[in-house]
């Protein structure tokens, strides 16, 4: 367990170190996150806030982890902890841990600074932990997608000499992103079934919404998290081979 987060640590590290390839896209996902505030203000203005800003961060920031948390996306480093004596199921397991331990606080982070903003002081709690409910699906439907889809990535003029792979690669690229839109309603339903997004304060019937979503996304983390590592004991060398 000690080498396991010690790992953990090693990995964080390393990603903010360059070409921080996550700050990219959080700022990406940041501005796409704003223009979805100012345009729901107006057709929800009655339970949309500044605050869910943070849902939209985790939300869109996870359904990145569908391609970025490639088990073959960074191979050198992949190739670096497999010597270490890691399985390709310990550095899914390692990668998840990081990647958890930067959403997470980005998320709560931006439904902090939106109530400041928007003086909602009453429903920060509210808030932020609507901004962790889509933590567990999308780290599982993550899982899967890595398992099944790996793909080593390398330099473009390396693609473009062979070309066969070319296809193929961009098809696993693309792939993630137009499922994670087919599993948005599978992954967030009662989110949605709830309203637990709408809610105006801690309440009782809050909670209770709060305990049937946040039960439902850890039932996703652990079908494509269990789904994915059955796969990968008896593929796991589809990924060490991996060439293009």
Excluded at 51 to 63: F, K, P, Q, R, V
Aim: glycine share 4%.
């Amino acid at each position: 367990m000690a080498k396991f987060f010690s790992q953990v640590k090693e990995e964080l590290i390393y990603s903010f170190k360059p070409p921080f390839w996550w700050l990219s896209t959080l700022f990406f996902n940041f501005v796409l996150a704003i223009v979805a505030i100012i345009l729901t203000d107006y057709t929800h203005h009655h339970y949309f806030r500044a605050g869910l800003i943070g849902l939209i961060m985790s939300t869109w920031l996870l359904a990145d982890v569908t391609a970025t948390n490639q088990l073959g996306a960074d191979p050198i480093r992949y190739k670096l902890m497999r010597e270490k004596g890691f399985s390709a199921i310990q550095i899914l397991n390692i990668r998840n841990t990081m990647l958890t331990g930067i959403i997470i606080p980005v998320s709560i982070v931006f439904a902090v600074i939106g109530d400041i903003i928007d003086h909602n002081h009453k429903l920060l709690l509210v808030d932020i932990l609507v901004a962790i409910v889509p933590v567990g699906p999308w780290i599982g439907f993550g899982n899967l997608i890595s398992a099944t889809l790996p793909y080593r990535q390398i330099l473009v003029k390396e693609r473009i000499k062979n070309r066969l792979t070319i296809i193929p690669w961009l098809s696993k690229m693309a792939l993630p992103y137009v499922a994670s839109t087919f599993t948005i309603p599978f992954c967030l339903w009662p989110l949605y079934a709830t309203n637990l997004y709408g809610h105006k304060k801690l309440s009782y019937h809050f909670l209770l919404d709060f305990i049937l979503v946040f039960s439902w996304s850890l039932f996703v983390f652990a079908l494509g998290t269990y789904l994915s590592h059955e796969y990968l004991r008896h593929r796991e060398n589809k990924i060490d081979s991996l060439q293009y």
